[in-house]
């Protein structure tokens, strides 16, 4: 069943591994979307610069960071690929990325899936599928207001 359910997606050398969105809170207009992991085993450093999906009006690359009990984010330009590396973008993972959906044109509901559009500097453009699934574990002190 594991291998039914992982997504993997290529962009130039980059592997996108498993983008997934937890499931949107009633009431809010956001969202997040993360990555099992984002790999860049080429031997030139890649960034990604953008994204965008017909499910929000905009998105952004957001930065994690714990700061006491408090999960505080901050908008970033770009994420550094650096070469033969590979991050983990997982939802509850303190200290680490993902990318913010803004005014979203329905709730995100487990279970779904939606297009997004991927910008590297490098790569160019890559659409992935992203699949809308409840975390098996909330993360503590993570709600995106």
């Given at each position: ?5 992982a997504?993997?997606?290529k ?14 809170v009633?009431?809010?207009k ?5 990555f099992?992991?984002?790999?860049n ?21 957001h930065?994690m ?14 994420l ?6 590979e991050l983990?973008?997982?939802h ?5 990325h ?17 297009p997004?559009?991927?910008r590297?500097?490098?790569?160019g ?21």
């Amino acid at each position: 069943m594991g291998a039914a359910l992982a997504h993997d997606f290529k962009a130039g050398e980059l592997r996108i591994d498993h983008p997934y969105a937890t499931p949107s809170v009633p009431g809010l207009k956001t969202g997040a979307v993360y990555f099992r992991t984002l790999r860049n085993p080429g031997v030139q450093a890649d960034r990604l610069l953008s994204a965008t999906t017909p499910v929000a009006a905009r998105v952004e690359i957001h930065q994690m960071r714990m700061d006491g009990d408090v999960m505080r984010m901050r908008a970033v330009p770009a994420l550094a690929l650096p070469a033969r590396s590979e991050l983990q973008l997982r939802h509850g993972t303190p200290n680490g990325h993902h990318l913010m959906l803004f005014e979203l044109k329905a709730p995100l509901q487990d279970g779904e899936r939606f297009p997004l559009t991927l910008r590297f500097e490098r790569a160019g453009e890559r659409e992935v599928m992203v699949w809308v699934q409840t975390p098996r574990r909330p993360a503590p002190g993570h709600v995106h207001h």
